[in-house]
């Protein structure tokens, strides 16, 4: 059993309450997933030739926290770059310009205990052990901003309990998703996939499902038609809620086992795995309110 929670807001002046109007949303989902969270949130694109890498380290064997600035200056001296960081505990925002797989390269044979959570233009990735409320505390979740994001409470039931198997999961560029359910079938969408040179990071079964939906999307399917391919090919009990640069998207598997609400006004659409989360968001009483049908897909254009 897991929480998710996801937020998109329609009026651009809502943008600066993104993540004051999240947090009680995730927080309400703790005793679905006490052990760890994340959230990833999406805001104003970089430009065309710079991009965002949301990376993750533990303390130094001495307890300090890690040498941000170290890395990027180790980066920039190494590569070309411009690379620039901003630290917020074990997480950091490192924004370069260049090749982004080649300083993924890099970065695995300088820094192979620091671990890459997501890449693009628009994302921004946090997750770590912990409950909702210390993690959304530690990384000042209050204060972010941003179009929409994607949120994840995580009990665990088939793998560790460690911030790499936390959720969102990413795949790419600018995409990520949040699971609440079992795949049956996590690895045979890896067999299929591994041949096309798809690198897995954990065994977690969340992982599966992203890269498969994100496989489809780089294959050159629209999202529709690669959540489709998903219902066909990734089979177990889930709700999948999934964050791109300009899109939430949202479906459950054909049985719908999993829970999941939606309340959509004229500012924003909110979407969680219990109506708790929901209660507190502003005009919640006016607001269109639905249980998601079984297999059917809702996109929502940010």
Known sequence: MCGIVGLLVKTPAL??????LMVPMLIGMTERGPDSAGLAVFGEPLDAARRKLSLYSGFTPEGDRFDWSGLTAALNGAMNVGARVEAQ????????QGDPEAVKTWLRAAFPKVYLLSTGRSIDLYKDIGTPAQVAARYDFANLKGSHLVGHTRMATESAV???????????EDFCLVHNGSLSNPYGVRRMLEPQGIHFDTDNDT???CRFLEWRLREGDELPVALQKGFEELDGFYTFLMGTSTELALIRD???CKPAVVAE??????????FRSLAHLPDIKHAKVFEPAP??????KA
């Open 295 to 300: 297999e059917e897909m809702y996109v929502w």
């Open 162 to 172: 460690t911030p790499d198997r936390a959720h969102p999961f990413t795949a790419g």
């Open 265 to 274: 006004t004229d500012d924003y659409v909110a979407i969680a795995s219990e």
């Open 89 to 96: 505990g074990n997480h950091a925002i490192l924004t370069l």
């Open 254 to 256: 054909p049985f719908a």
């Open 207 to 209: 992982e599966a499902a």
């Open 15 to 20: 943008r600066e309450q993104l993540g004051a």
